[in-house]
């Protein structure tokens, strides 16, 4: 049975399509998330959830000793080599690397220092 405007009963057009109206919701289709572990997972929430706070400990009495160890070292053998004393090879270039190693060694311990 056809109405007035020729439309079916079930009230769609009469070439088969529903009278019109928005089929999906505004914005587009909804992404929905798998949940594939089980069936109480909590879904994602999409604010911002700051990083937790990690509390570390007092720093280890190694760390300042390697720091002050490797600077006043460091220093030293640069002094002793550019006095001439009590370095054996005094000349060579390679002490000045090794008091800048362990200046460099200082350096990265006292990264460490909390």
């Known amino acids: ?10 009230g769609g057009r009469a070439d088969g399509r529903s009278a019109g109206g ?7 289709p909804v992404k929905t998330h798998k949940v594939t572990t089980s069936v109480h997972a909590a ?5 911002y959830t700051p990083p937790t706070v ?16 490797g600077f006043v070292l460091g220093f030293l053998v640069i002094f002793l080599h ?14 000045l690397l090794v ?6 060694g200082g350096i990265i311990s ?3 220092y909390r």
């Open 1 to 10: 049975m056809a109405s007035k405007n020729g439309s079916s009963r079930r």
């Open 22 to 28: 928005r089929v999906t919701p505004k914005g587009g």
């Open 43 to 47: 879904q994602a929430s999409t604010r």
């Open 54 to 69: 990690q509390h570390h400990g007092p720093t280890p009495r190694w760390v300042p000793v390697t720091m002050i160890a």
């Open 82 to 95: 550019y006095v001439d004393l009590l370095l054996p090879g005094a000349l060579s270039n390679w002490w």
């Open 99 to 104: 008091g800048l190693g362990l200046i460099l």
């Open 110 to 112: 006292a990264t460490q």
